[in-house]
């Protein structure tokens, strides 16, 4: 019968296939000049991967809290389990830098990858985030099947144990987020999207 998990595993892969996707591109977006092929070429395999990279880690973006939403209600015989608080803590990270890699693609334009530097923090974004929404993924295989993808590694990230904030810290933080937001989209120098000559 179709279920909580069933579901919440469909989204978890449509996430993790974008992501790998969006990933891959950027990584190829940002290495692209070190490729011995003529220009003409390296043109259209990067707008090819540009358009790609964005499809992806937007199409990421919109299954995300859907996938996050289903593995809460997959996942209710374990609440208060500090592997789960600590999905929560990765599942946070990943948006936050999949969100950051998409608003910086937008807000700069495809201009981005022939910036040396925009593009190798564009890329680094990419696979942060990449690398978060891993760690969410294998804690969540933890919770689920009792393994992860990580015990193939000698060490296991630090996930057993979680610290939960009171709820005055917590609001806080957010008190703190959403100001610097604010900072950034309204009060700081406003982005020039770099075009492409």
């Not at 449509?14 to 490729?35: D, E, Q």
């Not at 593995?71 to 592997?83: F, H, K």
């Not at 060490?155 to 933080?173: Q, R």
Request: glycine residues 8%; hydrophobic residues 55%; proline residues 4%.
């Amino acid at each position: 019968m179709f279920g909580a998990d069933t579901f919440h595993t469909a989204m978890a892969e449509i996430v993790v296939g974008t992501m790998v996707l969006a990933t891959v591109c950027a990584v190829g977006c940002a290495s692209i000049r070190y490729i011995p092929v003529s220009e003409e070429k390296r043109d259209s395999l990067m707008i090819t991967m540009d358009k790609a990279s964005i499809a992806g880690a937007s199409m990421a973006l919109f299954f995300m809290p859907i996938a996050i939403l289903s593995g809460t209600l997959a996942a209710d015989s374990v609440v208060g389990n500090a592997l789960l608080y600590n999905k929560f803590v990765y599942s946070g990270l990943a948006l936050g830098f999949w969100a950051a890699f998409v608003v910086g693609r937008i807000r700069m334009g495809p201009g981005i990858w022939e910036v040396r530097t925009l593009a190798l923090l564009q890329s680094g974004t990419a696979v942060t985030a990449f690398l978060m929404t891993t760690m969410a993924s294998s804690i969540g295989g933890k919770l689920v099947r009792g393994e992860s993808l990580f015990d193939v590694l000698p060490i296991w990230f630090p996930s057993d144990s979680a610290v939960v904030l009171p709820i005055w810290a917590s609001a806080a933080l957010l008190v703190i987020g959403l100001t610097a937001l604010f900072v950034v989209f309204k009060v700081g120098p406003r982005a020039e999207r770099i075009s492409l000559d």
